[in-house]
């Protein structure tokens, strides 16, 4: 009767949505679902991204919401703050909090948990939670047993779903309007209930499995086949590095088989907070039951092993061309065009280089200087020394390098580095991308990855 009452307000949208972490997943939600009509409390426990965006002060990778956003607010349907509240109508709690790679005693439901906890404080029957975070195996069982712990009967008067985000920043091909979802529901009504609320997401193109451990297993599955297939090429670039032909050659002329191939590119090793550590859910799990994931094993140890050798691949040029250890590298985020920095094979190239006693700058056009102990903790820097430069427009503060490491290749700062390579600015520059064109007219020794 209660999921009944709930699925009749969240029609109307008479009911409350409570929304757990804002990043990169929740905010869009939060943004799509408040211009939709509903109710929005955006919770997040951190206050400085809190305090920002109720002074509406947007990151540039939010921007394009920004008139959505402000429109949400003016109507006072997007609140903001740090706690769940109790209220009469029926209230549903979205669950899009970061899991961390599980370590130290850290386990990766530590703030999914915690979310969880918060909604219940003051939910009452015939409210739902909807699990977006990625989850490790048997987690959606365990937080059935949590809200049973609360008095409630999932199924009965509670209602609760796993429908993994799927989120690619920066795609412009596959967004959150289009991309298709996964979903299990613990019951009919339940699963209504989500189709209602992700008709305003993704016209509600939800496949239903029936089991949460398939739901589970199908996110660390579509980020461990993202993983295999970048290690696969990675591993493919160090042999056509030994082989003096290059990779991308290879994989343009594989291209052209209509079936059976997808195209996947080198570069410096997965990672963000998707790739390398949902693998680990499957891998755990596997694990549990005395198997070996050895496909998982393998490509996580390529992953790992990329940095160290790019630094080596670089430590060797100085040393046959005699230059010195003085290296800028270029990008630092994760992907391109992207605000996040959180793994990113950028810092673990800049630890390696440190190792090896380079004396190291970095310049990446979306680092900001005051998140830089963020940076350093997320990143495994600490007790670690490294510069920064502001921009790269200055010619004389670039003929300081004798070598540049590009990362990522930014959008923006993509003509500057054409002309830093054109202007035969510095005598050694290695692109982990394999991306430059080879300019004959410039005195600059470039190294592209896999060539």
Known sequence: MQLDLTLKQVKEKKCLIEIFGLGYVGFPLAVRLSSSGYKIRGIDTNPTRIKRLQSNSLMESELSLKQEFLHSRDENRFELTDNSIQTNTAKVGLICVPTPIPKNKIHSDVNVIS??????????AGDIIILESSIEIGTTEKIEKLIESKGFKVREDF??????????????????????????SSDDITYQVAQQIYQN??????????????AEIVKSFENAFRLVNI???????????????????????????PFGFM???????????????????????????????NTIETSLTINSFMPKYIADSIEGIIEKTGLKKMILVIGLTYKPDIEDLRDSPGFRIVKEL?????????????????????????????????????????????????????????????SRINEIYAKSLVPLIYDCGNKLIRNPQSKTNLKLLGS
């Not at 290059?246 to 088989?257: G, L, P, R």
């Not at 998707?274 to 994931?293: H, M, R, V, W, Y």
């Not at 990143?379 to 921009?391: I, M, R, T, V, Y």
């Open 115 to 124: 979310a969880v906890k918060n909604f219940l404080q003051t939910c009452k």
């Open 354 to 414: 440190l190792n090896k006693s380079f004396e190291v700058t970095t310049f990446d056009p979306y680092f900001k200087t005051d998140l830089r102990e963020k940076y350093i903790i997320e990143n495994n820097l600490e007790g670690f020394d490294f510069k920064e430069l502001n921009d790269l427009n200055d010619d004389k503060k670039i003929k300081n390098f004798d070598s540049i490491c590009i990362v990522q290749h930014h959008t923006k700062i993509k």
């Open 263 to 293: 195209p996947f590119y080198p570069g410096a090793g997965a990672g963000g907070h998707c790739i390398p550590k949902d693998p680990l859910f499957l891998l755990e799990s596997a694990k549990k039951f005395g198997l070996n994931f």
């Open 231 to 257: 290690s696969l090429v990675n591993e493919l670039a160090l042999l056509c590095d030994k082989l003096n032909i290059n990779v991308k050659d290879v994989i343009k002329a594989a291209s052209t088989k």
């Open 201 to 214: 997401v993704n016209n509600s193109h939800l496949i239903r499995v029936f089991s949460p451990k398939i």
């Open 159 to 184: 209602g609760l779903c796993f429908c993994p985000e799927r989120i690619d920043p920066q795609n412009k091909k596959w967004n959150l309007e289009n991309i298709p979802r996964v979903i299990y």
